[in-house]
């Protein structure tokens, strides 16, 4: 059977902790963390409804042929300049 332990650790313990690994442990802690942050930002950004009409309303616009590419917006912005 697996037990589960939780730690209180403080905050400026954590930090003075994460200064002392070395560059590749800090990396690898800062892919973590970011894996999980786009995680949480796409759960709340699907839970926002202003953000999931703005999302149709894309692709409603992208099936009916409504938009132009990248290399397109960039030409047509270079001539504007």
Known sequence: ???IVELSIPFE???ECIEKL???????LWEM???QLSQ???ELLE????IKAEIQEARNAYQAGDYITIDEYVSK???NK
């Open 13 to 15: 313990s954590l930090i």
């Open 77 to 79: 912005r270079g001539k």
């Open 22 to 28: 070395n560059m590749q442990e800090k990396i690898r």
């Open 33 to 35: 963390l970011n894996e």
């Open 40 to 42: 949480v930002e796409e």
């Open 47 to 50: 839970q926002d409804s202003i």
């Open 1 to 3: 059977m697996q037990e």
